[in-house]
């Protein structure tokens, strides 16, 4: 089982993306967006609850709103006024997944690369 990331690219400082992950045919519990930069080591951005409690990393709070919608088994990420600092490869993950009758935790996406360059 795998989620679908999308909605990466090439943004200036300042501008804005969407990138969404999907969960299709599957229920998804807490769902959450992490990032990597170049040598870094991989960050919690944003997480979501399936009843729709949120928490942000303190770098994005204020700029990036996650959002999600259980019909649909999508979760969102806005991600306004962006900074260079805030390229990196961008990954969805679920906490626990339902999908075909079956149980799985700690669900990833494929990451999509965001950068923000002038």
């Known amino acids: 089982v795998q989620l679908q990331a999308s909605g990466g690219g090439l943004v200036q400082p300042g501008g804005s993306l969407r990138l969404s992950c999907a969960a299709p045919?599957?229920?998804?519990?807490?769902m959450s967006w992490y990032r990597q930069g170049p040598g870094q080591q991989r960050e919690l951005v944003a997480t979501i609850t399936r009843l729709g409690g949120t928490n942000y990393a303190g770098s994005v709070k204020g700029r990036f709103t996650i959002s999600r919608d259980n019909a649909k088994d999508t979760a969102d990420l806005q991600m306004d006024g962006l900074k260079p600092e805030d390229t990196a490869v961008y990954y969805c993950?679920?906490?626990?997944?339902?999908?075909?009758?079956?149980?799985?935790?700690?669900?990833w996406g494929q990451g999509t690369q965001v950068t923000v360059s002038s």
């Open positions: 045919g599957s229920s998804a519990s807490d």
């Open positions: 993950n679920a906490a626990v997944v339902i999908y075909g009758g079956r149980l799985y935790s700690d669900v």
